[in-house]
């Protein structure tokens, strides 16, 4: 089974940097894209980035595009996300997702698309 395993997240001040990691464990598996998404207390779980390994090419929601990168390794199934100026609206628990259906090369921003998802990580940005 294969299991995704979340590091990097914490507290940060408004303006800050955090830098999550996302490794996958247990047997090895072929993902076609890898996300980020995050869910902030009485909300719904929304996408925040993905990449698709076979162009290379990366996706962020409108409300992290230019703060936020993200980065990977498919060959060792491995995920980053670098947010920068970071605001308290980013507060949330941080997911890491990874998909096999080919169906997320046309909505990478659809989590039913994602079969395998980490535990999460918490990420707190104060004012």
């Known amino acids: 089974q294969v299991q995704l395993v979340e590091s990097g997240g914490g507290l940060v001040q408004t303006g800050g940097s955090l830098r999550l990691s996302c490794a996958a464990s247990?047997?090895?598996?072929?993902?076609?894209?890898m996300g980020w998404f995050r869910q902030a207390p009485g909300k719904e779980r929304e996408f925040v980035a993905a990449?698709?390994?076979?162009?290379?090419?990366?996706y962020y929601a409108d409300l992290v595009k230019g703060r936020f990168t993200i980065s990977g390794d498919n060959t060792k199934i491995t995920v980053a996300l670098q947010m920068n100026s970071l605001r308290p609206e980013d507060t949330a628990v941080y997911y890491c997702?990874?998909?096999?259906?080919?169906?997320?090369?046309?909505?990478?921003?659809?989590?039913?698309?994602?079969?395998?998802w980490g535990q999460g990580t918490q990420v707190t940005v104060s004012s």
């Open positions: 997702a990874a998909s096999t259906k080919a169906f997320v090369m046309i909505n990478y921003a659809r989590a039913g698309l994602y079969d395998t």
């Open positions: 247990g047997r090895t598996f072929s993902s076609i894209a």
């Open positions: 990449v698709q390994w076979s162009t290379g090419t990366t």
